[in-house]
């Protein structure tokens, strides 16, 4: 998708800043040690792609230490939220606190060695009532079908993580899928189309994950969002460049009324943007 035709508003719903080990330090007990990439990185990178916003994802390499998110909130100011990785047991005022600073969930990793388990999804999930933050889930969606009905019960708002990590393997036949548009349509939860080289088996534009994001856009546009996972400190493959996958998200969205709900107008609702 070239610049000039990203609407105005547009927002990128996943994305990390890592700052120099000596300022914010790495927790021990990490999967991988990133590359220093600064909050003015990720704000040049935004403006050269045509991205207003942005939500900056607590990456699991600072586990339960917010800082390094909340630091870079507040460089980016209005133009950023942000997604933190919260305990069970925070107190009332450290959640207004985040809240107040542009926090608007919280991450639950499930794949990736140091982020909140699974199995505190309900206990967290409880702490978060009445604030008015969402849950973030990044897990094996089809490895994991106990998700679905838990997600249910949940009573708080979920964001699903890249796909839901349905595979080309699997695609739209799987329970998975049925399932998440079924949370979709019924208002429980919310997608984030990103991180298609996280399953694809192909290089980019990833062709054998179409079907499964093109998937989701037929059913339920009005509950997904888009996210480039800047600087992709997950991916096995060479990182693309953002502008190429906005252009990936033009072959899963073709109308361009839909790729405007989920670029811009649903991250509005869901991250408290704004509306433009």
Not at 119 to 137: C, F, M, P, T, W
Not at 189 to 195: E, I
Not at 225 to 248: E, F, Q
Request: glycine share 8%; proline share 10%.
């Amino acid at each position: 998708m070239d610049a000039n035709r990203v609407p105005a508003g547009a927002c990128d719903c996943h994305a990390h800043v890592f700052w120099p080990p000596a300022r914010f330090p790495f927790a021990p007990a990490r999967s991988y040690t990133p590359p220093e990439r600064l909050p003015s990185d990720y704000g040049a990178m935004l403006q050269r792609v045509g991205l207003a916003r942005g939500v900056i994802v607590q990456p699991t390499v600072y586990g339960t230490d917010n800082r390094p998110t909340l630091a870079a909130l507040a460089e980016l100011a209005d133009r950023v939220r942000g997604v933190a990785v919260l305990s069970p047991e925070i107190g009332d005022n450290e959640l207004s606190a985040l809240a107040a600073s542009g926090i608007r969930g919280a991450r639950i990793n499930a794949l990736t060695p140091g982020g909140t388990s699974l199995d505190r999804l309900e206990a967290v999930a409880e702490r978060l009532k009445g604030s008015g933050l969402h849950i973030q889930i990044f897990a094996d969606f089809p490895r994991r079908p106990d998700l679905i009905p838990r997600i249910r019960r949940l009573g708080v708002p979920v964001v699903i993580d890249h796909l839901a990590a349905i595979g080309p393997e699997r695609g739209t036949g799987d329970p998975a899928f049925a399932g998440i548009v079924g949370l979709l349509r019924d208002g429980l939860c919310w997608l984030k189309l990103s991180g298609p080289y996280l399953v694809s088996r192909q290089d980019f534009p990833y062709a054998d994950v179409a079907p499964v994001a093109a998937g989701f856009v037929e059913a339920c546009p009005e509950r997904l969002v888009w996210a480039s996972d800047w600087p992709h400190p997950s991916a096995s493959k060479i990182a693309p460049d953002v502008a190429d996958l906005l252009a990936v998200l033009d072959r899963w969205a073709p109308d361009a009324a839909a790729r405007k709900r989920i670029l811009v107008d649903n991250p509005a609702s869901l991250y408290g943007f704004d509306r433009i």
